[in-house]
């Protein structure tokens, strides 16, 4: 596999001190709108992401519009075909347009692409099966989002600002507990209990995902992770350095989470990332909040 961090700056692109930024997705189909609330609300600019504008605008169709694999829609989702569809220019279009809007004026620019196992989940081969039921398939699909990464990170850099890389992996839970349905109800997906080996040669980069695991920053809505298990994984975590990138929550609510266990906040590592919204008065508002939250735990 090409690993990213070989056609991307060397130098760590995160930020050294706590940030805050979007996920990704944005209400709406105007991006001009869209990168104006970003560039004007949040310390670390996302490229915005418009699943409004439709087909190929979801997480997926944007990641899979960057690969030299050919995908396109099939019967129930996404399926390797013998083209790519137009959706594969609008990344292109979207640069050109925040080239003009954000050149010179960031820093640094926070790019999300979806990881490879959601990849290997939602897009199936030719023969109806998900890519992540064929070993052959699933190198294929990781190798060629490594290569896309690195490219897209270049384009990005040179257009705009030094890159922060997300990978987006909502499927991931299902993928490790193995509750992947298959293409048939006979076909059963093994779960991928240490998904972490297929994620590493991704260099540095920031998880999001609906699970933790031994990742180095990934992010966590604390508020859902009330359990005793929930609560001594978060621990263990910030014990052993990680960085958390949570969802805004009320600065009280926080100190009574982390005072439960026994751990200071001021010396955990702490992002904080906007919840979406359904507008993008409601995003610039939640980003806005999450700016504030990140500043009072610096």
Excluded: C
Excluded at 40 to 52: A, F, R, Y
Excluded at 200 to 209: N, Q, S, T, V
């Amino acid at each position: 596999m090409t690993n990213p961090a070989t056609t991307a700056p060397a130098a760590s692109t995160a930020p050294a001190a706590p940030t805050a930024f979007g996920l990704g997705p944005l209400p709406g189909t105007d991006l001009v709108q869209a990168a104006d609330v970003v560039l004007s609300e949040s310390p670390l600019p996302h490229i915005p992401q418009l699943p409004d504008r439709g087909v190929g605008s979801d997480a997926v169709g944007r990641t899979a519009a960057l690969l030299e694999i050919p995908v396109d829609r099939g019967p129930r989702g996404w399926r390797v075909a013998t083209r790519h569809r137009g959706a594969r220019d609008l990344m292109s279009r979207d640069l050109d347009t925040l080239e003009e809007l954000w050149s010179g004026k960031v820093d640094r620019v926070k790019v999300q692409v979806t990881g490879p196992w959601t990849l290997a989940a939602e897009i199936e081969m030719p023969n109806g099966h998900r890519m992540i039921t064929d070993p052959g398939a699933l190198r294929d699909i990781t190798d060629a989002l490594g290569e896309a990464v690195g490219r897209h990170r270049v384009d990005v850099e040179k257009r705009i600002a030094p890159t922060v890389l997300q990978l987006d992996e909502p499927r991931l839970a299902d993928v490790t507990a193995g509750t992947l349905a298959g293409a048939t109800r006979y076909e059963e997906i093994a779960a991928v209990p240490e998904p972490w080996e297929r994620l590493a040669p991704f260099g540095e980069f920031l998880l999001h995902a609906p699970l933790l695991i031994d990742a180095p920053w990934q992010t966590a809505d604390l508020a859902q992770l009330t359990s005793p298990e929930d609560r001594d994984r978060v621990a263990r975590l910030v014990d052993s350095g990680a960085r958390l990138a949570i969802a805004s929550v009320e600065p009280s609510w926080l100190w009574r989470y982390f005072e439960e266990l026994q751990l200071d906040p001021g010396e955990a590592r702490l992002d904080v990332w906007a919840r979406p919204a359904s507008n993008l008065r409601e995003a610039a508002s939640n980003l806005a909040e999450a700016r504030q939250m990140a500043d009072g735990l610096a």
